[in-house]
């Protein structure tokens, strides 16, 4: 019910909330979605430049959670949890992210996939509870530079894979 609130107010309403970071990757949208569906995708390139990710469990579907710990370059260990509240294949991912399953400060995003010619535009629009808490995440925690060098990653591997399958 929150989500269905926050979705349906305007953007100046989440705008001190909202985090927004975009990227055209070289390659369809069904290839940058499929990156997202399983643990041999996602532990090649998920979190920013220097993580490396552990999942503990991972199940990709509408209620599913991953489960995971993100690994920084310093040696810290992040425990991570994300559930999946929307999938529309190689359209949308909706998603609830925090700690742990009972984290207060869990943080909606929303992944949008759109052709772009022979390339896709992802964007990531993320919506915290608070302006305060958006403002930890921007300082703290670097999320709009991380998130950029996600997607970055992202785009490195998915390369790599149309590049696998064009050889295949």
Do not use: C
């Not at 869990?106 to 403002?135: H, N």
């Amino acid at each position: 019910m929150a989500s269905a609130g926050r979705e349906a107010g305007t953007q100046s309403e989440v705008a001190d909330r909202e985090i927004v970071i975009s990227r055209v990757i070289d390659a369809p949208p069904e290839l940058v979605f499929e990156a997202f569906t399983e643990v041999r995708h996602l532990s090649q390139w998920w979190g920013p430049n220097g993580f490396t990710t552990t999942t503990r469990s991972l199940e990709f579907r509408v209620g599913g959670e991953w489960d995971f710990v993100m690994h920084g370059p310093d040696g810290t260990d992040y425990s991570e949890w994300i559930r999946w509240t929307e999938i529309v294949p190689a359209q949308r991912i909706a998603m609830l992210h925090g700690e742990s399953r009972d984290d207060p400060n869990a943080f909606e995003s929303v992944l949008t996939f759109e052709r772009d010619g022979a390339a896709t535009r992802i964007e990531m629009r993320t919506v915290f509870p608070t302006p305060a808490m958006r403002q930890e995440a921007v300082e703290k925690y670097h999320a709009v530079e991380g998130g950029q060098q996600t997607l970055g990653n992202l785009a490195a591997y998915v390369a790599e894979l149309a590049e696998r399958e064009g050889e295949g």
